[in-house]
Nanobody, 117 residues
Framework: QVQLVESGGGLVQSGGSLRLSCAAS????????MSWYRQRPGSARELVAT????????NYGDSVKGRFTISRDNAKNTVFLQMDNLKLEDTAVYYC??????????WGQGTQVTVSS
């Protein structure tokens, strides 16, 4: 059974930091591109960051470049999102996604991040 379980969300003040984790099980994690997406109230889900299966390549959405860092630990089947210098507009539900060509796409249930002033 495939599972993606996000954790680490919460309430943080503007300028603060949070580290999200996504623990994966039920599939060959090390073969999958892993991504973080977010969905703000009233908006479509948007890409935050992606990391290649081996971890050597990363890609970020323009709004988070220089502030967020995606990483992974294939030995622990976990992907991380380090979020620094958080802004009010980073408030959203954050989801992790697993994707591999020719395979189903898997999503987690999401974790809420709220940034206060």
């Amino acid at each position: 059974q495939v599972q993606l379980v996000e954790s680490g969300g919460g309430l943080v003040q503007s300028g603060g930091s949070l580290r999200l984790s996504c623990a994966a099980s039920g599939f060959m994690f090390s073969n999958y591109f892993m991504s973080w997406y977010r969905q703000r109230p009233g908006s479509a889900r948007e890409l935050v960051a992606t990391i290649s299966p081996g971890g050597s390549r990363t890609n970020y959405g323009d709004s988070v470049k220089g502030r967020f860092t995606i990483s992974r630990d294939n030995a622990k089947n976990t992907v991380f999102l380090q979020m620094d210098n958080l802004k009010l507009e980073d408030t959203a539900v954050y989801y992790c996604k697993a994707q591999q060509n020719g395979r189903p796409i898997y999503w987690g249930q999401g974790t809420q991040v709220t940034v206060s002033s």
